[in-house]
């Protein structure tokens, strides 16, 4: 489960109402640690390139795992999404940002499924 800033702040317990509910369909949800905020839109504005190195890195970090990522904001959804699809369709792009991933011992493969909450 990513995160994001949503639920670090005032709706942290919806995590734990979540891991609930998951619960009664036979569902561990676990927390993807070690991300960081999508950056909304905001960030895409004024640096597309910085957009999808920070959310190629919150993919890496679930690959590394060897799980996909559910999502439950919108924003976060489709701001994480858009990256993933402009990684998996621009080799030279996924070459660039995996260079900077490196630094991190990660890498940006496109093997994690993003999922929104309510596809899933």
């Given at each position: 489960f990513?995160?994001?800033c949503c639920f670090q702040g005032q709706d942290a317990h919806m995590f734990e109402t979540?891991?609930?509910v998951f619960k009664m369909i036979d569902i561990e949800l676990?927390?993807?640690e070690e991300t960081t905020c999508c950056g909304g839109n905001t960030i895409d504005e004024e640096n597309r390139k910085l957009s999808y190195a920070i959310n190629a890195r919150n993919i890496a970090l679930?690959?590394?795992r060897g799980v996909d990522m559910l999502i439950s904001c919108n924003t976060c959804y489709m701001v994480i999404a858009k990256a993933k699809r402009a990684l998996d369709t621009n080799k030279?792009?996924?070459e660039e940002i995996n260079d900077l991933l490196k630094?991190?011992?990660l890498e940006y493969k496109g093997t994690s499924k993003i999922w929104h909450l309510l596809d899933f």
């Open positions: 990513y995160q994001g979540m891991k609930e676990e927390l993807l679930a690959e590394a030279k792009l996924r630094e991190e011992g």
